[in-house]
């Protein structure tokens, strides 16, 4: 079997802590700022732990290595 590639724009998103959690910078941010309120602005901030699920097939699928 060859060797499992790590996903280079998974790479760039996701991030595995030492517990084996999947973090992720805050949806939302990108465009249209002017339409939120400052506190959902404030409230974006920072990064979020996903959902576990979605955490194993994120490691199973694009992080094989983390």
Same mark, same amino acid.
């Given at each position: 079997m060859p060797k499992l590639k790590t996903k280079s /724009?998974? #790479? =760039? %998103? +996701? #991030? $595995? !802590?030492? !517990? /084996? =959690? $999947? $973090?992720?910078?805050? %949806? /939302? =941010? %990108?465009? /249209?700022?002017?339409k939120r309120t400052k506190k959902q602005i404030r409230q974006l901030r920072g990064t979020r732990v996903i959902f576990k699920t979605d955490g194993d097939n994120i490691k199973k699928? +694009?992080?094989?290595?983390?």
């Open positions: /724009g998974a #790479k =760039k %998103r +996701f #991030k $595995v !802590t030492a !517990t /084996g =959690k $999947v $973090v992720s910078a805050q %949806r /939302g =941010k %990108r465009h /249209g700022m002017i699928y +694009f992080l094989p290595n983390a």
